[in-house]
């Protein structure tokens, strides 16, 4: 019973850690997934069980009873089984009640296959749940722990995989392979691998969270195809990232629906919401599983202090790769300062005239004087990384020897990009690694490890700081359903939150019209007021450059034709840039924040930031650095510029007020303009759930 | 002598396949760079002798004169110059002298370097030029040419390189290096290899040039820092393709000014324009020096026919790798059509219910029907394209075996991509790229090598095609600079060519502004006329919306206080969305035509198509699948619908008109307006080249 205490406090030990193994349905059939399974499973520490109910075996070892393996053998924390999906959930019943903790069921045919396979699933999700069991699939490929020679995974190159400090969590088992196998042809072991599938029990979060317990794991290669489990996952990354770095790889960011329900039955998070969330939690982000394999590669040797720009130097041997690194650097907004004098001046002693030094620091070919360019430049007080690059030739300086022999305290890690081929750049390329010097293969491969760690030291930073914000404004005012929330009504509400909106009158007349004109500065706006009216200047609801007596009357007449009984007359707000600001309630995640240029031109390019409510003003304040066009807020062509702090108290104020007012569907200020004066609301919309919002 | 004819007729011939080497500055130190291409050379078909007239060495080999050298040993073609920048002219003057054919500068210390250095390099090239010496660089590392055993580079690791289909061109030296030897690590040989650093002879079009009767390239990866000889190059990159692929990658997205000149000192080209014009010749491009293999790699082996729209099928082992190649698939605009009913009916026979079957067909694990998969796929009506990804496992099907077993001629052809590691990966590599099957590691790569040979076949397409249209409208009005262009003239000039202009007059009085507001239908617009003045809204020159004779005569009188004597009164013209269409002449390539959407969003992020002059229809058509917000041209929110022919004749004429007016620098319509009833020219600039146009 103690023992069974320590593994329910340990959660997935009993999965990855198991004291002994069995597999349910094995077989002498050597293609057969139970015969596979059983040879992987063979080494694991604590040995494996081979159990078949209905086949036993006894002269190939296979039993026919899980009980009476266990009575002689001992405890069986683990079982695979590898049945065809129908006889899964008896399978799953039968090991919990033989006192197995945690099964892994490979086979497919569950909910990614339509009705009857999702009532499969249930059927399975129930039985692992009544039995006390942890589950791992189904539709999955399983898992591996190289130190603990645990290998349960029915294809066998898995075996090949070493240990060592990355853990590979992957929502697709093909995925878990793909990325564990060209790790291990790079020469990087794995510290835990695992393809969750269909995840009905065990999830991304839930191995994270283990994570943060793994003593082997330095850093983790995540692969997420859509994000269920929101509440569970951001805070279990935001944990994992205070030790361990993450890496994450998000699929679908383009149309791959159809194919894409098939393989895990999920529904499909939005992947900007989904990017947004992880790398809000701290996670860095990359595109593809080659950068993917680069960051993590980087991210489980070295790690920076957080900062809010970390600066990174780069020193090349050859100036042609170092344009292709510095170009993709500058396109993932790397800091690259300028050297300080007092570090070119020492770089000119040991420098030729011809050569680039400010940063870049351009060497020509890595002579003797190449150890101390990499010195100078990791010693110079504005550098908190050196990416160097060289292409491995004998006679040229020796590398490994020089990077080991550094020894001021005081400079900034180094990381090696190399170019080569052949057994010299296996040795250099082994021997930094085991002097615990990143190396990675080539130009982009060094950008990517550069950004990686300047990324992860932004995202700590961020999260390390105390949230700075007050209680939130948003809670003093109603925003309940009762009331018919029309522009003028919706305004009134955001100006009481602090936001600038114009001066209007509401008016219920012809004459109340004339009076509004006469108590505001023309020129003045006439707006059809009723509540719900998205896109009330396509319907015609809306009358601009009102300066006479005359015209109100008209525009009165015009919007009193089209079923008006009240409308909003407002001081018309200077010209300027528009924004769209926003917040809405995405089902995967909750309430998310958005931030976007008006125009529909902005609209059609998707040029939005997102982020999860509720924010912090210095997050909300990172939102504009997402925006492709934020130079149309800064002065473009003698345009107003934006306080960002402005902004990003108005996009925490609604990202409040929907966490606060939880039957408020979406908040949408349209336009948001920004003027000399600041930002103005022109225009504003809010929708409740019980009106067709966006929650299910 | 008759022999000397050959090598003139044959171009690079001296350099790249010359009868005797020679290495002028040899050295018996190892260290030296004389002394390391000695090395480098010595194995290479006729011989090397070495030169020193300074450091005779008869017990080294090292002889004291060239002539005698040649005299003794028979002609040499080709030099090695090992000297320092200073000596080199000499020693390219001494080589002609004596016979010598072709050269190759390593040095540094030229134009890279300054006021002095590009003294000497108008001095080197001049000593190549009066000598009759085709010269390589300087500021390089060499070249390749490992069917010759021809290693003419200071980086030993370059004799690694073997034999193969690939052709490397490359503007750096160090990237030269760094492709060629990542191709070598990745099983690839290659045809022959060059850096060409500061190119004062030889440059990117001359060894172009030479690849077009060079039979043992099979396709060519081209490195681009700038574009510097767009004349010569781009008629070679399209007689070129029409036998092998061109991939291209160029550098400079970002801002690496600085460095960039310091490395070559070369006038730098816009990356857009760069991109445009070698896409255009018929190039693929790709982003980074792992795409760039992937893509040679694979169109060394395989190219599809010409085609519009090839169609592109993914068979995939596993699901979860095939939707990380899909959504790049996706993103790259490659056509994955659905498969035919009856391809899918005999699927249906040969899959199990639960996989997906309409492109992508999955699979599940690769068993003994995965090669009946991807013939029935590959025999598909629709495909163009096989693209299968697996991991490769023991016991699953021998995928290079079944592969080569295929026979129906009809068939689409097949790349792969595989997954897994150790000696079972290498041998299946191996044994695909022996049978002629394109092999690429991981997702990734197959999603970028299928969407090359895509990218090739549409290229070739466009480039077959008998140029579409008749004589240019043009030439049939006069641009000259001698008239002042004011808008109305502009606007007349193309309503002569036959683009639609709003009916307006040119009016010099308050009353002719009158009498224009009564012949127009209102609103009117009023413009004030003078030549070149751009940004006429933001200087206050312009007054929309004139409904009454009250309206005109207040506009006329604003007008006439900011210094108009002539206002053009226009009709107003229906809303729609704004386009910006221009051409003007590029520094590098001459005339440019640009399409991008209006307004200052769309400005600020840069969504702008960009075409060489003179284009034909079908090339202008194209520009709009560039545009990212394209969607706002197809009846975006109840918008009007582009006819793309009418926009595309547009472009072509904007195009004709810098082509065949040379003293016309820029001509801009901003905006064209796309309405309901067609594209209308509302504003129109043009500039002449003695007014400060683009050109220097």
């Known amino acids: 019973m103690a023992e069974t205490t320590a593994i329910e406090r340990a959660g997935l030990d009993a999965l990855f850690a198991p004291r002994r193994c069995a597999v349910l349905g094995a077989s002498r059939q050597p293609g057969k997934l139970g015969a596979v399974m059983g040879r992987s499973l063979a080494a694991a520490a604590g040995g494996v069980a081979l159990i078949n109910s209905r086949a036993p ?6 039993s026919g009873d899980l009980r009476q393996a266990i009575d002689v053998g001992g405890p069986i924390d683990f079982a695979a089984i590898c049945l065809p999906a129908p006889a899964c959930p008896d399978a799953v019943r039968e090991a919990g009640a033989a006192g197995v903790r945690a099964v892994l069921v490979c086979a497919g045919g569950f909910a990614e ?66 990325i564990a196998l060209m790790l291990a042809a790079h020469g990087h072991g794995i510290s835990l691998g695992v393809g969750l599938g269909n995840a009905v029990d065990v999830g991304t979060a839930d191995v994270l969270d283990y994570l943060t317990r793994h003593e082997e794991t330095a850093a983790v290669a995540l692969h997420v195809e859509s994000i269920t489990d929101a509440a569970a996952l951001l805070p279990t990354v935001e944990r994992l990232v205070a030790d361990r770095p993450v890496v994450a790889s998000i699929v679908g960011r383009h149309d791959i629906g159809a194919f894409a ?25 990359v595109d593809d599983e080659r950068a993917l394999i680069d960051a993590v590669v980087a991210l489980s040797r070295t790690r920076l202090r957080p900062s809010p720009r970390p600066g990174i130097a780069l020193v090349t041997a050859q100036a042609g790769p170092g344009l292709i690194t510095l170009d993709q650097l500058r396109g993932r907004g790397v800091h690259l300062p300028e050297l300080a004098a007092a570090s070119r001046e020492r770089l000119a002693a040991v420098l030729p005239p011809l050569t680039y030094q400010a940063n870049p620091v351009d060497t020509g070919r890595p002579g003797p004087g190449f150890a101390d360019v990499i010195d100078i430049t990791a010693e110079d007080p504005g ?16 590398l490994p020897a020089a990077l080991a022999a550094r020894t001021c305290p005081e400079s900034a890690p180094v990381i090696v990009g190399i170019g080569g081929a052949g057994d010299d750049v296996s040795d250099t390329a082994r021997r930094l690694l085991d002097a615990g010097i990143v190396c990675v293969p080539g130009p982009t491969a060094l950008a990517t490890a550069l950004a990686a760690l300047a990324d992860d030291a932004k995202a700590r930073d961020r999260l ?37 909106v114009p001066p209007g009158h509401r008016c219920a007349s012809r004459d109340g019209a004339r009076q509004a004109l006469a108590a505001l500065a023309a020129p003045v706006a006439a707006k059809i007021l009723r509540p719900i009216i998205a896109h009330k200047t396509d319907a015609g ?6 300066h006479t007596d005359a015209d109100i009357v008209a525009a ?20 300027g840039v528009d924004l769209v600001v926003g917040a809405r309630r995405d089902p995967a995640v909750g309430p998310i924040v958005l931030v976007g240029l008006g125009g529909t031109a902005a609209e059609v390019l998707g040029d939005v930031a997102v982020r999860l409510a509720p924010l912090s003003v210095r997050e909300a304040a990172t939102m504009v650095e997402d925006l492709a066009g934020r130079a149309l807020l800064n002065g473009y062509r003698g345009g107003p510029v934006l306080a960002v702090g402005e902004l990003a108290e ?46 299910p």
């Open 57 to 62: 075996d006894p002269r190939a070892g296979i």
């Open 113 to 178: 296959s339509g009705p009857s396979g999702l009532a499969l699933q249930d059927e399975l999700r129930r039985a692992a749940v009544e039995g006390g069991v942890r589950l791992l699939g189904p539709n999955t490929s399983g898992f591996v722990v190289p130190g603990r020679r645990l290998v349960a995974s029915f294809v066998p190159a898995m075996s090949h995989v070493l240990p060592g400090r990355i853990a590979v969590v992957a929502a697709s088992g093909g995925v878990h392979h793909t």
């Open 261 to 285: 329900q098939s393989h895990t039955g999920a529904l499909a998070t939005s992947w900007r919401t989904a990017r947004a969330a992880l790398r809000q939690a701290g996670a860095v982000l």
């Open 383 to 398: 550098v908190d990384l050196v990416g160097v690059y060289a292409l491995i030739e004998p006679g040229a300086v020796d």
């Open 464 to 500: 390390r700081r105390v949230p700075d914000r007050d209680a939130s404004r948003a809670s003093t005012i109603g925003f309940g359903a009762s009331r018919g929330w029309d522009e003028q009504q919706i305004k009134i509400a955001l100006a009481g939150l602090g936001l600038n």
């Open 541 to 546: 609801g809306v009358r601009l450059n009102l």
């Open 556 to 575: 009165w007449d015009s919007l009193a034709a089209i079923g008006a009984s009240e409308v909003l007359v407002e001081a018309m707000s200077p010209p």
């Open 650 to 695: 108005t996009l925490v104020l609604l990202g409040d007020i929907l966490t606060e007012h939880p039957d408020v569907s979406d908040i949408e200020i349209n336009p948001l303009r920004l003027t000399h004066d600041g930002l103005w609301v022109l225009d504003a919309l809010i929708t409740h759930l019980d009106q067709g919002g966006h929650t």
